[in-house]
């Protein structure tokens, strides 16, 4: 897995922007994408690099562990980011809005842990799980992962 960068006439041009320095470095570009490429050079997309969470050196993208969870029957809608962790750099937590009739509690935790264990690689579990009523969401509906650990009521 790495950072997906491309050279040529395309790409970000912002001449007179601080992005500049960011996007384009050495005359390439940085597509702020995460990539994996296979034996035979085909590029397989997995994330936005801000979206990547390593945790215990491992790469985890926030979308696939999303996929999984939206698989479990109490799941109406999740977010996944990276929170940090002493001894692992950070860990992957889960922000769920559950289906109604669903429960929250330890022993629905530990379904939801068990189920993405079994669907995804385990390493890629949420090891933090929290229930909310709502997602930070845009006005096109858009998921603001970056929302998920600000404090309440800023």
Same mark, same amino acid.
């Given at each position: 897995?790495?950072?997906?960068?491309?050279?040529?006439?395309?790409?970000?041009?912002?001449?007179?922007? @601080?992005?500049?320095?960011?996007? =384009?470095?050495? %005359?390439?570009? #940085?597509?702020?994408?995460?990539?994996?490429?296979?034996?035979?050079?085909?590029?397989?997309?997995? @994330?936005?690099?801000?979206?990547?969470?390593?945790? @215990?050196?491992?790469?985890?993208?926030?979308?696939?562990?999303?996929?999984?969870?939206? !698989?479990?029957?109490? &799941?109406?809608?999740?977010?996944?980011?990276? &929170?940090?962790?002493?001894?692992?750099?950070?860990? &992957?937590?889960? +922000?769920? =809005?559950?289906?109604?009739?669903?429960?929250? %509690?330890?022993?629905? =935790?530990?379904?939801?842990?068990?189920?993405?264990?079994?669907?995804?690689?385990? #390493?890629?579990?949420?090891?933090?799980?929290? +229930?909310?009523?709502?997602?930070?969401?845009? !006005?096109?509906?858009?998921?603001?992962?970056?929302?998920?650990?600000?404090? &309440? %009521? =800023?």
């Amino acid at each position: 897995m790495g950072r997906l960068r491309v050279k040529g006439p395309t790409g970000c041009r912002y001449p007179a922007d @601080a992005r500049q320095k960011s996007y =384009v470095n050495d %005359g390439w570009n #940085y597509t702020g994408d995460a990539y994996r490429m296979d034996a035979d050079g085909y590029f397989y997309y997995h @994330a936005r690099t801000d979206d990547m969470i390593i945790s @215990a050196g491992y790469n985890i993208a926030s979308p696939e562990v999303e996929d999984a969870l939206m !698989q479990h029957p109490a &799941v109406a809608e999740c977010g996944v980011v990276g &929170v940090p962790d002493a001894e692992r750099g950070q860990i &992957v937590k889960a +922000f769920i =809005v559950l289906r109604p009739g669903a429960q929250p %509690g330890p022993e629905l =935790v530990k379904s939801i842990q068990d189920f993405v264990k079994q669907n995804i690689a385990p #390493y890629k579990y949420p090891r933090a799980v929290s +229930f909310v009523d709502t997602l930070p969401r845009t !006005q096109t509906g858009k998921l603001q992962r970056f929302k998920l650990n600000e404090p &309440v %009521g =800023v």
